[in-house]
């Protein structure tokens, strides 16, 4: 078996901007563009899913720290407009889609791949969903004119961390994008480093607390002293909950399915 996990306002809001300027001549040419692009899937996915955020302020994310997305704008009228013709369109077509208030599409998708039986692929370019890849578990990067398929040996390769420790190398440099604080004066590629010598930022900061930094890594104490709090939120608010209540009777994601 193999499922295909959609992020559903990733994918819509690509689409949008894409056909954006095509709008005027078509006011249906975002949603045609897109389920052209679902009903390809069904050659290659027995289950197909999409995945829908709950509202930003109901998460437990939002709760931790209120800043958390906050710089993030609300939809364009005309693409929430498509939002509602995709959603009916995908009923029509007995796709399920599911969204969960207090949680996010991110967790739903990392609930649902790590549990399904068969290969789970995660349709994004939301690169927070690189943290969940396995043996089982693949992601599907769309790009300009193309996609990339990512998996446990390629991400090594593009990013010198293991999949898991992605989050921690997210909390220690921030994310402008999400608003997530990170520690000020750590970018990517000293956070890199550090988590490919520490594992991990608990590791990590048991090695500042102790004095015990190797000798090329004691250059960054200074930053890191007295950021442990605010690291270890950073890392919170990065993981994905792959605990979230998700359903798991399979055959109601299989393609066609009217189970739900």
Do not use: C
Not at 128 to 140: A, T
Not at 163 to 185: C, E, H, T, W
Request: zero cysteines; proline letters at 5%; aromatic letters at 12%.
């Amino acid at each position: 078996m193999k499922l295909i996990l959609v992020d559903g306002f990733n994918l819509l809001s690509r689409y949008y901007f894409a056909t954006e300027r095509r709008r005027a001549q078509d006011p249906e040419v975002t949603v045609k563009g897109l389920l052209r692009k679902v009903d390809s899937w069904t050659t290659d996915f027995s289950h197909i899913a999409f995945f829908w955020d709950g509202t930003r302020e109901s998460t437990h994310r939002y709760a931790m720290y209120p800043e958390y997305k906050a710089t993030r704008n609300g939809l364009p009228e005309p693409l929430f407009e498509d939002y509602l013709k995709l959603r009916t369109a995908l009923d029509e077509r007995g796709i399920l889609q599911s969204e969960l208030t207090g949680y996010e599409a991110d967790d739903l998708m990392g609930a649902v791949a790590t549990a399904f039986p068969g290969e789970s692929y995660l349709y994004s370019s939301d690169r927070d969903l690189l943290q969940l890849l396995s043996p089982n578990v693949f992601q599907i990067m769309p790009k300009k004119g193309e996609e990339q398929l990512v998996n446990e040996a390629s991400f090594e390769l593009m990013y010198g961390v293991k999949p898991y420790q992605f989050v921690d190398v997210k909390a220690l440099q921030g994310d402008s994008s999400d608003n997530i604080p990170g520690v000020r004066g750590i970018g990517p590629k000293t956070a890199t480093i550090l988590i490919q010598h520490y594992d991990t930022i608990e590791t990590l900061y048991m090695h500042v607390q102790n004095e015990t930094l190797e000798a090329p890594h004691q250059k960054y104490a200074k930053k890191l002293d007295g950021h442990e709090e605010i690291a270890l939120l950073s890392k919170r608010l990065s993981q994905i909950d792959i605990h979230a209540p998700v359903n798991t009777d399979w055959e109601a994601y299989r393609f066609g399915s009217h189970l739900f």
